[in-house]
């Protein structure tokens, strides 16, 4: 698929229930296209890139209730904003510019 945003900013929630992760990428981009999240709680990811679920509902990893319950509030309007400022860090030239600053360049 040459363009899966599209499709990503048509959906009425994006859920990822993952063991684990690194760097959420699709959590990333389904916030950019507007689409409200649910997402496991998994080691190394979502938490940080959801701000500790301040920009998106995090669940427990393996409780089908509660994904349940978070995908039934989300699809019943309570879904959370994204401050359009917390995502200006995943952006390409925030990123470069960060690592350009680490290694003093």
Partial sequence: MENPYAYMAKASVFVLSSLWEGLSTVLIESMAVGTPVVSTNCPNGPE?????GKYGELVSVGNTEEMAEAILRVLSGEAKSVDSDWLKQFQLETATQK?????KL
């Fill in 48 to 52: 940080e890139v959801l701000d500790h």
């Fill in 99 to 103: 690592y350009l600053d680490v290694l």
